[in-house]
């Protein structure tokens, strides 16, 4: 009877959820739609971030067991519990606060994520590795010793902390000379800077901004594309953080295409509104002809479209769709164009389109840190990096010009893409 009354409970709670899915997802006002999905979303990652929570204070308690009332063992106990307790706070700090410059608590909240994400990650690695050992029976005298495994594991978290922080302060300009097929000779050396995945909000503030503008500015482009998720809150929170946008001094234009995030703020329309007030041309599944005259074919110059992000397909955000037909369909025969696409898997389409010669992406943050970055190759077509799918059509893929929500990053450090454009037959 027990059972059947917790299997009808079960049943119920599943089947609430799904028609609260269902409202969600299908029938509510939209910009409370992408608001709710974010819930939806914080609440799901809230919930794994307390798992991992839970198993690393059983992990790491054991240390601090203290017979002998207040002492060391009970600061480091407590030390450890607010540490976890802000990890798992992060998201809704970053929810709730939200100014020109991160706060300090949220800055901190990000830090203790990372460094919980790393502990339970290096727990579950020694853990691992000893049972593999055990069962080979390599050291089948008796069980490694539990202090052992937590202080090796502690140590390998603290590496995977201090590498993180270093990489995410290397910001690289990765420069890319591209062979264009059909680029006008004039065009020959044609510099374009693409930057992604800025995530300005919560954990990203208008001094990193500033300082990629900087960055951007001495290498003296003549075009910088922003390829989706600038932004992570609203523009009433954000309208002077973007502000540095302003000042990028490209010879021929800014131009921003829409990432995911855009569409979790809940306030895509008004970004897009907002933009072009500080310089910045959405391209809202668009296209311009660059160097050429459009009502002459746009000859002798190349065509830059860009596409709303491909998530838009799957969830419904009002009017929004990604809609390749919108905005690569009647361009003159043979004249090169360039796709912003924010989502890798949008690139699998734009690559099959007739003169496509480049289509940069971002998104993937090139797993930003461990273990992450395996999981993130997996589940892309294109991962980092340069790809050729077919003969004179490339797909570029930017880890990321900051990050987004812990401040670490492993393997690939953020980057500024720099594309020398060279003609090609």
């Known amino acids: 009877m027990n059972k059947r009354i917790v299997g009808y ?17 299908f029938f509510m006002e939209t910009k409370r739609r992408a608001r709710a999905i974010r819930l939806h979303w914080y609440a799901t990652m809230t919930f794994i971030f307390l798992l991992g929570v839970v198993y690393v204070w059983r992990k790491v308690s054991t240390l601090f067991v203290s017979r002998k009332g207040f002492s060391f063992k009970s600061l480091a106990r407590i030390a450890s519990l607010t ?5 798992l706070s992060c998201l809704w700090l970053g929810w709730a606060f939200v100014n020109n410059e991160p706060l300090v608590i949220n800055t901190a909240a990000s830090y203790c994520l990372g460094f919980t994400i790393f502990l339970a990650t290096s727990f579950a690695a020694v853990d691992m590795a000893a049972w593999c050992i ?27 902390t201090a590498s993180g922080i270093w990489t995410v302060s290397q910001v690289e300009v990765k420069l890319v000379v591209l062979p264009v097929k059909g680029l006008h000779p004039r065009l020959n ?7 992604s995945d800025i995530h300005l909000g919560p954990f990203n503030g208008k001094s990193a901004l500033n300082e990629l503008v900087g960055r951007v500015n001495r290498l003296k482009p003549d075009l910088v594309l922003i390829t989706g998720d600038l932004v992570d809150s609203t523009v009433s929170n954000l309208r002077e953080a973007v502000t540095p946008l302003r000042d990028l001094k490209p010879k021929h234009g800014v131009y921003f295409s829409t990432g995911n995030h855009e569409y979790y703020t809940g306030d895509v329309d008004s970004w897009i509104e907002e933009l072009p007030r500080h310089g910045v041309t959405p391209l809202i599944n668009q296209r311009v002809c660059l160097f050429g005259e459009e009502k002459h074919g746009c000859s002798g110059g190349l065509y830059l479209a860009g596409l709303e992000d491909i998530e838009t397909r ?15 369909s009647g361009r003159a025969e043979g004249v090169p164009t360039i796709v912003m696409a924010h989502q890798p898997w949008a690139a699998v389409e734009a690559v099959m389109w007739e003169d496509v010669r480049l289509v940069l992406s971002g998104h993937t943050h090139a797993g930003q840190f ?4 395996g999981l993130v190759y997996l589940f892309n077509p294109f991962f980092a990096g340069l ?34 454009l060279v003609s090609s037959v």
């Open 9 to 25: 409970g079960i049943t119920s709670l599943l089947a609430a959820v799904a028609v609260l899915e269902t409202w969600i997802f």
């Open 83 to 87: 540490v976890l307790v802000m990890a």
């Open 134 to 160: 055990h069962s080979l029976a390599l050291r089948s005298r008796k069980r490694q010793s539990a202090t052992l495994k937590t202080l090796l594991s502690l140590l390998l978290a603290l590496i995977m």
């Open 189 to 195: 050396g044609t510099t374009v800077v693409q930057l």
């Open 314 to 328: 799957r969830v419904n955000y009002g009017a929004h769709s990604m809609d390749l037909h919108a905005a690569l």
């Open 370 to 373: 461990l273990p992450m970055t």
């Open 387 to 420: 790809y050729q799918p077919q003969p004179g059509v490339f797909v570029y893929v930017s880890a990321g010009s900051l990050y987004v929500l812990i401040p670490y990053r492993h393997f690939f450090g953020p980057e500024i893409t720099l594309f020398n």
